[in-house]
């Protein structure tokens, strides 16, 4: 009797299996982006606003072409039309570090939408780190 429950228990799975119709797993990804793979120091599979913060400096240093630690127009490349204008908050024509990052600064919590303190990397991929 057993053997027979079982059977009849198997048998919608495993015809399910067959035609097709049973949970598909999810499609493999590529897994997050590198600057989130590579900015994940303790790697916990989530960025805190320290590991945030050291994305946004090294985007600022790799967009410094001539390593002077200031971005001119030039630097921002494709930006949209006054976004550097936006940045610039002295009006001297160069973006320092401190100015970048204030323009950044409330990236982080536009981000963090559980309010958690951490970003995930579904999170992370909704913001655009190129202007």
């Known amino acids: 009797m057993l053997r027979h429950v079982l059977r009849l228990c198997s048998a919608p799975v495993l015809l399910a299996t067959c035609l097709g119709i049973a949970q598909a797993d999810p ?63 002295n009006k001297d024509k160069r973006i320092f570090e401190q100015e970048y990052l204030d323009f950044k600064r409330d990236d982080f919590d536009l981000l963090d939408r559980n309010s958690n303190e951490f970003l995930a990397p579904l999170e992370y991929q909704q913001w655009r780190i190129e202007f």
């Open 27 to 89: 499609p493999p990804t590529d897994g997050p982006p590198a600057p989130f793979q590579q900015g994940d120091k303790n790697h916990d599979g989530q960025l805190d606003r320290g590991e945030f913060g050291r994305i946004i400096i090294d985007t600022f240093h790799a967009r410094d072409l001539n390593g002077d630690n200031v971005l001119t127009a030039d630097e921002l490349g494709s930006a949209p039309a006054g976004l550097f204008d936006q940045i610039d908050s």
